[in-house]
T-cell receptor
Framework: KAGVTQTPRYLIKTRGQQVTLSCSPI?????VSWYQQTPGQGLQFLFEYFSETQRNKGNFPGRFSGRQFSNSRSEMNVSTLELGDSALYLCASTKEPGQGNEQYFGPGTRLTVT | AQTVTQSQPEMSVQEAETVTLSCTYD???????LFWYKQPPSRQMILVIRQEAYKQQNATENRFSVNFQKAAKSFSLKISDSQLGDTAMYFCAFFFIQGAQKLVFGQGTRLTINP
């Protein structure tokens, strides 16, 4: 079974631009979560999507948004990029949310904002 | 607040040795799940082991085992017969059934296995 895939793997953007990242979960997994990883803040939860609905949200500004499609694929969008948004963005999929099931991570998208 | 603390920023051992990584947490909840994840230099986060808080028996996966002390709020990972491929950042993480229902991670321990 294929693992979680994320595209693109690397991105370089300029301050003020916007960016869209994509995540395809493991087949049969219906929940997708997004995490931001930085050296200073570590791994922080962004949001979770299930059945095309945002189920849970972390403490990030409204510039960070996401969506999920009917095939469970998810996208996250960051508008008006800031230098501090430079990070590794990880998505994780799990079969069902809220049950402590294993979350499987993708390889991440490395975003650099200049 | 639910916090996770990994008190060892870095550790280094020789190949074939046994190493234990520490993790403590603070929560008032009684129902949660605990995980150890490994992140090698490739940055791919890999699930190592999962423990259910209501289970007394400690989880094991091949060379990896945990020592879960619920009363002490401690969840350590033991790696036996360490291998060069075990070199990675190790994160402990918790999933709390009540409240936010998200993975809360510790700051990580950088483990180096030396030949």
């Amino acid at each position: 079974k294929a693992g979680v895939t994320q595209t693109p793997r690397y991105l370089i953007k300029t301050r003020g631009q916007q960016v869209t990242l994509s995540c395809s979960p493991i087949s049969g997994h219906r929940s997708v979560s997004w995490y931001q990883q930085t050296p200073g803040q570590g791994l922080q939860f962004l949001f979770e999507y299930f059945s095309e609905t945002q189920r849970n949200k972390g403490n990030f500004p409204g510039r960070f948004s996401g969506r999920q499609f009917s095939n469970s694929r998810s996208e996250m969008n960051v508008s008006t990029l800031e230098l501090g948004d430079s990070a590794l963005y990880l998505c994780a999929s799990t079969k069902e949310p809220g049950q402590g099931n294993e979350q499987y991570f993708g390889p991440g998208t490395r975003l650099t904002v200049t | 607040a639910q916090t996770v603390t990994q008190s060892q920023p870095e550790m280094s051992v020789q190949e074939a040795e046994t190493v234990t990584l520490s993790c403590t947490y603070d929560t008032s909840e009684s129902n949660y799940y605990l995980f150890w994840y490994k992140q090698p230099p490739s940055r791919q986060m890999i699930l190592v082991i999962r423990q259910e808080a209501y289970k007394q028996q400690n989880a094991t996966e091949n060379r990896f085992s945990v020592n879960f002390q619920k009363a002490a709020k401690s969840f350590s990972l033991k790696i036996s017969d360490s291998q060069l491929g075990d070199t990675a950042m190790y994160f402990c993480a918790f999933f709390f059934i009540q409240g936010a229902q998200k993975l809360v991670f510790g700051q990580g321990t950088r483990l180096t296995i030396n030949p």
